[in-house]
């Protein structure tokens, strides 16, 4: 029975011919050399065994020990792949075989591409919901399909877990990240798994992995542009895992290394991207005004590439760092201008999330009805994705909305629901964050003891995470609880050197600006502690 032509790209195998002819070559091909890619074709795309191509083809016993079917796989290589050193259609299956990627006659690797091209543009977030329903079928490609559109799959698969806050099994990117040899390819594959990690609960494994992607020789001295541009989202995604983690010290130097590269691309999109990550990390050391200097940067940068998604994410970044700084209707301004965007977008989850920084500034500014409306939207929205880190931040806001209107029971069950979340989420910061407003309820209750216990566990999140005006905040209400003078020094100092306005209430504790930066709930505080 004649065998059927095989098309890898340009490259044409007619096995009864036993030639391979490109458009501007061709070669012969040997018995044995015909012999495994019948082999390997017959299998369909699925990894066939060393045991049994050296039965079928060799004849050899399965547990002989020979390097022939090595040294035919390198040959073979040499005449069917169009760069040898990073094959795309003759595979190694690390521990198991070889397989044969045979075109994907479904298109899928077009598909991801599409929605990789408009991931920051109209229809972006229709597109991942696509990706999420075709999420099966879209695994079951990166078996069959050759190398670029593995790849493409697999940063599309990293994209929707990221942006839609989806928890799925890791296991076929990781097999397809052991599949494929170390270079640029690998470390986009190694960025889309970090994040499908990370979406998980797998924080750490998500940073040990790109760790070692960054300290690859490719990584390490990036010569050509892809090399340099996966190396930029590398280093931003890790900046991002490293904030979570709370190393804001590793975050800021992965940020700004990430930055150097892209700025050497004169990639202005990534570079907005990477300047957004230096800008947070800053914020989250307390240095303000050197945050807002970035973000400045960043916006322009991302406004000029019209990168939609990339602008919204910044707007709202900054929308809460001018909040701190005591800005509220430029910072209400920005945040307003992301959630259009992202309902516009369909990105309801970042639309969610942004909604509930709307929420937390008009909470502090003393409108509560208003607060209340957007983080009720927020919630529902985070409810319905099941989203555990998204529920944090709602509960937490649902905590402080219930102070302010005088409910301190209802606020305590919201704050201890929030830390509960956020520990089994994995996000130390905001865990830390309740434990600092869960005590201030059991403050003003008089539940001193409880209080005093909670600060404490805040104030040792947040000095490992080097959150600075969280330490401040926790210096701050724990000096308040225990009339010790020695702690509020240290809030001021602490909170002086963030550049934060929150050092007002300690200098100022009756001072207007205090009360409408922090709401009721901080005067009372301090007329309690006297």
Not at 111 to 118: G, I
């Amino acid at each position: 029975m004649a065998m059927p032509d095989i098309q890898l790209g340009t490259c044409c195998i007619r096995l009864d011919e036993r030639t391979v002819r490109w458009p501007e070559r061709s070669h012969a091909l040997t018995p044995l050399e015909a012999g495994l890619l019948r082999t390997l074709a017959d299998a369909r795309g699925r990894c066939v065994s060393r045991a049994h191509i050296l039965r079928e083809v060799w004849g050899y016993h399965p547990d002989v020990q020979t390097r022939a079917l090595a040294l035919c796989v390198t040959r073979l290589r040499r005449k069917i792949e169009s760069d040898p050193s990073h094959p795309e259609w003759l595979l190694t299956v690390r521990g198991a075989g070889y397989r044969l990627a045979l075109p994907n006659r479904d298109t899928s690797g077009d598909f991801a591409r599409s929605v990789l091209q408009a991931m920051d543009r109209a229809g972006g977030g229709r597109l991942l919901r696509q990706v999420a329903d075709r999420w099966e079928a879209l695994v079951e490609a990166l078996e069959t399909a050759p190398t670029p559109d593995r790849v493409a799959i697999a940063c599309a698969l990293g994209e929707c877990a990221w942006r839609l806050d989806l928890s799925r099994p890791a296991d076929p990117l990781w097999a397809l990240h052991a599949d494929l040899p170390m270079g640029t390819r690998r470390g986009e594959v190694a960025v889309a798994l970090s994040r499908v990690l990370w979406q998980g609960g797998a924080t750490e494994e998500a940073d040990r992995l790109l760790a070692a992607t960054l300290q690859e020789p490719w990584a390490l001295a990036p010569a050509a542009a892809a090399d340099r541009r996966v190396v930029v989202l590398a280093g931003i995604v890790r900046a991002w895992t490293r904030r979570l983690m709370g190393h804001t010290d590793d975050a800021l130097v992965h940020a700004a290394a990430a930055h150097a590269h892209a700025r050497a691309l004169a990639d202005r999109a990534l570079q907005g991207a990477a300047a957004d990550q230096v800008a947070s990390a800053l914020y989250d050391q307390g240095q303000l005004t050197k945050a807002r200097h970035w973000f400045d940067d960043a916006l322009l940068l991302l406004q000029r590439t019209e990168d939609v998604r990339g602008t919204a994410l910044c707007r709202n970044n900054l929308g809460v760092l001018l909040n701190e700084m005591g800005h509220l209707d430029e910072a209400i301004e920005h945040i307003e201008a992301a959630i259009e965007v992202y309902v516009a977008e369909e990105h309801e989850l970042d639309a969610a999330s942004v909604m509930c920084n709307l929420a937390d500034m008009l909470l502090n500014g003393l409108q509560l009805q208003r607060a209340s409306a957007w983080v009720d939207r927020a919630e529902a929205i985070w409810r319905r994705h099941a989203s555990a880190r998204g529920l944090t931040r709602a509960l937490r806001t649902q905590g402080r909305l219930a102070v302010e209107q005088g409910e301190p029971d209802r606020a305590e069950a919201c704050f201890r629901r929030s830390i509960h979340c956020a520990e089994t989420s994995t996000l130390p910061i905001r865990a830390a964050f309740a434990q600092l407003d869960l005590g201030w309820v059991l403050h003003v209750s008089g539940r001193r003891e409880e209080a005093g216990s909670h600060y404490a566990r805040a104030h040792a999140g947040l000095l490992a995470a080097g959150s600075g005006t969280g330490i401040g905040l926790a210096e701050l209400w724990w000096g308040c609880l225990e009339h010790d003078r020695d702690r509020l020094q240290r809030a001021r100092e602490q909170l002086r050197a963030c550049g934060s306005p929150l050092v007002a209430l300690i200098d100022e504790p009756m001072a207007a600006r205090a009360a409408s930066y922090a709401g009721r709930r901080t005067v009372a505080v301090l007329r309690a502690s006297g």
